[in-house]
């Protein structure tokens, strides 16, 4: 088997799929690893890094002709930069990387149409042994700890409680929503700064995870009883549950100081927690950054990449943080991608089996079409009709 890791060329997007740290152990698999010239630079990886790893340094092109290529970003994740590399899928190979499968179906379809197979780690399943394939919950964890230094480095306060001789400063409140991956770890790192935190989650299974941190959980009077899904995600709640939410939510907003906004239901567009009234309401100077901004936001006003001040609130939405600490996340990034592309060698990578969970949930495409039942519905297409039994 030949791996390649290629070179990012979404705007902004500085990680690697695979650091030199993860040759080695592929190598030790009988792996041939492959990297094209630069691919690393940008998270702080030279190619002479890689040489020393045991990988061979090679072009967009040669990395494009191995039998697998390693991505961070590959089809409708990739924006328009993939119609480039478009040209280069073929039949017999592999792609692996994050592809918004569920939001960017389309692009997943034309990628299926040049017979390549393609497997989208966003779709890793959430169960025990998938754990360190999880990509999702890698890089949000550096989301929600780069969110809370967003916030501070533009409130007009410090976070933390301080005394001095001069007389003593309050420590700022920050308000969590959402108690995912990001939005625990926004908590954690909050709490660490020295802020008095409060966090919010539609599920209240979170409550202790989040007083577990040290924060005050937010409890608000609603039916929650169907607001998780079997894989421990948020469910989509109806816009009546919604109005009551951000009702009953405004008072508590008013009082904080940074608002870090990470509510979001795979596949779907971010619900809407905090409204321009709630904005209305906050002191000027206060902070909101909302994690959701690319999926229409959690926060009324937000847009992707922008700063927006609406009375004296900034409102922030950033996209992609996990790429401004491109050092770190890709190690964690390449460690998913390694014990995955692992998980499906043991599983007899090219031709996978459909009976294991993790190979089955993360497969979108093989032998020229879409094979995922929920990208298939967002394509627009009907069902697969299942395989004939062979006879005898």
């Excluded at 989040?210 to 169907?226: C, D, R, Y």
Aim: glycine share 10%; hydrophobic share 45%.
């Amino acid at each position: 088997m030949k791996v390649a890791v290629v070179k990012e060329m979404f705007p902004g997007e500085r990680r690697v799929a695979l650091v030199p740290a993860a040759v080695g152990p592929l190598r030790k698999a009988g792996v041939e690893v492959a990297v094209e010239t630069g691919a690393g630079v940008a998270a702080g990886f030279g190619d002479d890094d890689y040489r020393a790893a045991g990988a061979a340094i090679v072009s967009r092109d040669g990395a494009f002709a191995a039998d697998c290529v390693l991505t961070v970003r590959c089809c409708g994740a990739a924006g328009t930069t993939w119609q480039a590399d478009e040209p280069r899928l073929r039949p017999g190979l592999t792609l692996i990387g994050m592809c918004d499968p569920l939001s960017a179906a389309d692009a997943c379809r034309t990628a299926a149409e040049t017979g390549a197979t393609l497997f989208a780690l966003e779709l890793v399943p959430r169960i025990t042994r998938a754990q360190s394939m999880d990509v999702l919950s890698s890089q949000a964890n550096i989301a929600g700890y780069r969110a809370v230094l967003l916030a501070a480095a533009n409130l007009p306060r410090i976070l933390p409680m301080m005394t001095t001789a001069a007389g003593t400063l309050t420590p700022a409140k920050v308000l969590v929503l959402g108690a995912g991956v990001a939005g625990l770890q926004a908590i954690a790192t909050a709490k660490r700064l020295g802020a008095q935190v409060s966090g919010y989650d539609v599920r209240p299974a979170v409550k202790e995870q989040v007083q577990s941190l040290g924060a005050k959980f937010v409890e608000l009077p609603l039916e929650t009883g169907a607001s998780e899904t079997a894989g421990g995600y948020a469910k989509a709640m109806g816009e009546e549950f919604y109005a009551k939410q951000r009702e009953l939510l405004g008072r508590v907003v008013a009082e904080s100081d940074a608002v870090i906004c990470t509510a979001l239901v795979p596949g779907q567009k971010a619900p809407v927690l905090v409204t321009h009234d709630m904005v209305a309401r906050m002191r000027p100077g206060s902070v909101i950054v909302d994690l959701a901004a690319e999926r229409g936001g959690n926060c009324e006003g937000s847009q992707p990449d922008r700063a927006v001040a609406i009375g004296g609130v900034t409102i922030l939405g950033p996209t992609n943080l996990p790429a401004e600490a491109p050092f770190h996340t890709s190690q964690l990034y390449a460690r998913n991608v390694a014990t995955f592309l692992q998980h499906l060698l043991k599983c007899g990578l090219p031709d996978v089996s459909a009976d294991d969970e993790i190979c089955r949930d993360t497969l979108v495409a093989r032998g020229g079409r879409l094979v995922h039942p929920r990208v298939r519905d967002r394509a627009g297409l009907p069902p697969l009709e299942p395989d004939p039994v062979p006879a005898g």
